[in-house]
Each structure stands twice: as C-alpha cells, then as structure tokens.
C-alpha cells in the first residue's frame, strides 16, 4: 500500500499549485482522505479532508477560500487545488488515507496511511 504525493514546487505569492496523491496497492475508494502539512519547527497539521463518495470535504479555517480538495475514484487519486497561496503556506505536504468505512476526520490518528512529503514553498 503506497500514497505517492507530487505537485509540490516554488510559486510568488498569490499562485496556485494542484497537488495530487496517488494510492497503490489497494483500493482507497471506501477509505477518507486528507492533507496535512508541516511547515519547519511546527507540528504536523490538518489541512482539508474529503470523504470516500466526496460528498464531505473540510477544510482548516486558515485555507479556506482558497484550496479545494477533491478525488477521482476511478483513478486512485486525490488531489489538492491550491490558489491565492501566501507565504505563510509554505511547508512540507502529505497524503492520507483512512481504513476504509472510516469518515472523514480532522484528527491525523485516524489515518491509517501516510504518503511521503512535497515541498510546497511560497516566496513573498
């Protein structure tokens, strides 16, 4: 079971970036995903969640507006539009997955699968 993240890169302030989370392995169909980020001496942190049909989505307060995340069943991927980027987003982001028939949640230990970090930076 592998999550591999991309899409992650260098924009100006007030770009946009699309990340994309491809699953393997296995199905992640039934399972909710998310996106979390960790920027430098910060704890990681939950920045939007989708459910397994997609009809739910979260988003932290902080990005709302301006990322939407959405999933392509058919493909294994979930992925994650991000614009009017600040410096502030700058930071490593991850992919998630939960077992599946779990609902879609903010809180990281219910994600069961991790993907390895893209470096989002976002320069002023």
């Known amino acids: 079971v592998q999550l591999q993240a991309s899409g992650g890169g260098l924009v100006q302030a007030g770009g946009s970036l699309r990340l994309s989370c491809a699953a393997s392995?296995?199905?992640?169909?039934?399972?909710?995903m998310g996106w979390f980020r960790q920027a430098p001496g910060k704890e990681r942190g939950f920045v939007a969640g989708i459910s397994w049909t997609g009809g739910s989505t979260y988003y932290v307060d902080s990005v709302k507006g301006r990322f939407t995340i959405s999933r392509d069943n058919a493909k294994n991927t979930v992925y994650l539009r991000m614009n009017s980027l600040k410096p502030e987003d700058t930071a490593v982001y991850s992919c998630?997955?939960?077992?599946?028939?779990?609902?879609?949640?903010?809180?990281?230990?219910?994600?069961?699968?991790w993907g390895q970090g893209t470096q989002v930076t976002v320069s002023s």
């Open positions: 998630a997955a939960t077992r599946p028939g779990v609902g879609v949640t903010t809180n990281n230990a219910r994600y069961d699968y």
């Open positions: 392995g296995r199905s992640f169909s039934s399972s909710a």
